[in-house]
């Protein structure tokens, strides 16, 4: 937003930037790149994940390119997905389906943040951080009163930027009365790791009926950004960790498959068997005889055996079944193996019923029946 534009030459800076977002940072490596003076104050000394834009369409991509910052961000940060598959009809190759010609990037917004306000700073641009501005003064030379390790300093420039986000202050001080509409759809996010969808294809599901649409964005190395738009009304709030697995579970009734979620789970539950086995461990070495805690181990891991057995089959259908043999068999033929093998290993050593007695005897200290 500008704040003036005024003419005066004595300005401490050509143009103060309020906030060093990617917006705000963009604009400071281009301006600063032109010779500008810029100062860039960003009251953030880290940026921390609020769960914000991570996908970048294509014609984003063409302005990144106009930009100059295109092939900094491919370097950087940014995960090209060329697919777009919308559930349900056939995947899109954004590479030869948009004017652009170009897929579309992925990224971890603060990296990408850190990146473009490292490349304003390398372009000459003055950047500030852990910088508030208290106030912008509009005026033939607007004043910025900036909050500099408790102190307030003033600083002119020809004109001031206020790129401050959505709560924006600059729209009190530029003297504007923001209006907030209804709110009509919430948006939830969560990263995740270990997901089995292709790292080159990003998901959507609209689902009309429900008024509600998820979308997956892989960034690369089974890590993918997951989110969920839905009407308030629609479902409580889903907010903070307790609430992934509600979140899986909505985005799973708006159309995405539980299968594209299973990695992430199983593999909190693969991590879940090692601790349980390196308790086990400990308490050997401690000279302590683990009792409850062999047992509940034994019925984790063999019922992991299971649920990776059956999401294998989920995820690459009849393929998960192919033996050892078969050239190819993924994980030569072990999946298979595991699924013929997994009924066994819960009554082999002591069936799993057995097992949940001896947690619940000597374990949690319950009567026997
Ligand atoms: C859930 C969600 C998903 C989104 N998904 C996408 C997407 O997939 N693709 C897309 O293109 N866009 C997406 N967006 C929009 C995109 O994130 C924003 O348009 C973009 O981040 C705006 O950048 P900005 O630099 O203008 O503001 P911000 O990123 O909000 O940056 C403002 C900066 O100003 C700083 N600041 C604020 N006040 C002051 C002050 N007084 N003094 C100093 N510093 C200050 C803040 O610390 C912050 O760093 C999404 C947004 C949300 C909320």
């Not at 010779?35 to 914000?52: N, S, T, W, Y």
């Not at 598959?85 to 897929?103: E, F, I, K, M, V």
């Not at 078969?326 to 050593?349: M, N, T």
Request: aromatic share 8%.
């Amino acid at each position: 937003m500008l704040a003036r534009f005024g003419g005066a030459t004595m300005a401490d800076f050509d143009v103060i930037i309020v906030g060093g977002g990617l917006g705000g940072a963009a604009l400071a490596r281009l301006l600063a790149g032109n010779g500008m003076r810029v100062l860039v104050a960003e009251r953030e000394r880290q940026f921390k994940d609020r769960i914000r834009g991570e996908f970048v369409a294509p014609w984003g991509g063409a302005e990144a390119q106009k930009l100059g910052i295109y092939d900094l961000l491919l370097e950087k940060c940014a995960h090209e997905t060329p697919y777009w598959a919308s559930l349900g009809r056939p995947t899109r190759d954004l590479r030869t389906t948009t004017p652009q010609r170009l897929p579309a990037l992925t990224f971890y917004h603060p990296a990408m943040q850190e990146v473009v306000l490292d490349a304003a700073s390398s372009a000459g641009a003055d950047v500030r951080r852990g910088v508030s501005v208290r106030e912008v003064k509009p005026g033939e030379t607007p004043i910025a009163l900036l909050e500099i390790d408790g102190s307030v300093r003033e600083l002119t420039a020809r004109i001031v930027v206020c790129a401050d986000g959505r709560s924006s202050m600059g729209r009190v001080w530029g003297g504007f009365s923001p209006r907030r509409g209804r709110q009509r759809m919430l948006g939830a996010g969560v990263m995740l790791d270990n997901l089995s969808i292709a790292d080159d294809t990003s998901v959507g599901a609209i689902n009309p009926f429900l008024g509600r649409f998820a979308l997956l964005f892989p960034q690369g190395a089974g890590r993918v950004r997951a989110y969920l738009i839905y009407p308030p009304e629609s479902v409580p709030r889903i907010q903070g960790d307790d609430d992934v697995p509600r979140f899986i579970d909505e985005s799973v009734q708006t159309g995405i498959p539980r299968s594209a979620y299973a990695g992430a789970q199983l593999a909190v539950d693969v991590e879940i068997a090692r601790l349980f086995s390196l308790r086990d461990a400990w308490m050997l070495e401690r000279g302590q005889i683990p009792n409850a805690e062999a047992s509940i181990f034994k019925v984790w891991f063999t019922e992991l055996n299971e649920r990776i057995a059956t999401a294998a089959q989920d995820i690459m259908g009849a393929y998960a079944l192919l033996r050892s043999e078969d050239p190819l068999a993924p994980i030569e033929g072990r999946l298979e193996k595991l699924y013929r093998s997994f009924p066994l290993y819960k009554f082999a050593g002591g069936t799993n019923e057995v097992m949940r007695n001896i947690i619940a005897q000597r374990g949690l200290g319950m009567p026997r029946a």
